[in-house]
């Protein structure tokens, strides 16, 4: 009996921790090639470690963002706003042709997650964290804009951004999309956007919103603009017929 005891202790102790946020990380970073994810999550974890929750600037994840070391990616880098759902199910299938942010090793690694620190402790925890509007620099919030600023700053070729038919406001100059990403698309690098703009029911809104000419007037010069609407039932028969390119599913 004690043998049997002891060994059920034993594994107990010895099982995989896989419900916090360093063992989910680290499972996640494993996908990915050629990432040292002991080192990711120490580049990562610095950033909010011993800190006041509410005082963690988007800088602090500089760290993260180098040991992630995101090449420029031409023609497969794939922005959203308002379409979440939407647009992973579309880029899980048509995974050579489109990246989102969450589909790469920076965005993959937290998606879904909540994490703070707390002055004074070694510790990461999950619960009581500040939310979004709880306060500007915010551990979580922080951290996806910065990780956002790095994917469009990527950014190379063409550009496609899937934005939502179903509001009045589809480029919204709150949203991270309108605030950050689009703001640093590089006119060196960036040949043109196309939008892509989702309608799952009744089209409220279609390529001539006054929203999307907002959009226009801050790209830079020498980025082509470029709308198309589809339904959702569209792109749902276009990601699973493998038969069909990249690109030409609108
Ligand atoms: N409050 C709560 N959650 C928020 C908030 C907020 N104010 N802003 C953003 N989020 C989180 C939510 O998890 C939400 O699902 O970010 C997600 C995207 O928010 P949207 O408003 O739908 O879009 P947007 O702000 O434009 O962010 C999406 O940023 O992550 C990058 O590359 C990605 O292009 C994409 C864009």
Known sequence: ILIVVVAVVLGLALRPNTDTPKATFVARCKEFKGYDCEKLWG??????????????????????????????????????????????????????????????????????????????????????????????????????????????????????????????????????????EVKRFDSSRVKSLTVVLVTRKSAVTTCTNASLEDLQKELKPGITYNCKDVTEVQLQECSSNPEIACGACW
């Open 43 to 180: 580049a990562f974890e610095q950033a909010y470690v011993g800190r006041d929750p509410c005082a963690v600037p988007p800088e602090a994840y500089d760290p993260f963002i180098t040991a992630a070391d995101f090449k420029p990616a031409c023609n497969r880098l794939m922005f959203w706003s308002k379409t979440k759902d939407v647009v992973h199910a579309f880029t899980e299938k048509k995974r050579d042709c489109f990246l989102t942010v969450e589909d790469t090793v920076l965005g993959s690694v937290l998606n879904g997650l909540t994490w703070c620190g707390k002055e004074g402790s070694t510790e990461t925890f999950t619960t009581d964290c500040p939310g979004w509007r709880d306060c500007v620099n915010n551990t979580v919030g922080s951290f996806w804009n910065r990780v956002s600023a790095a994917f469009a700053d990527a950014a190379c070729g063409d550009v496609t951004a899937m934005l939502n038919g179903d509001i009045d406001t589809p480029f919204n100059p709150t949203s991270i999309f309108a605030s950050i």
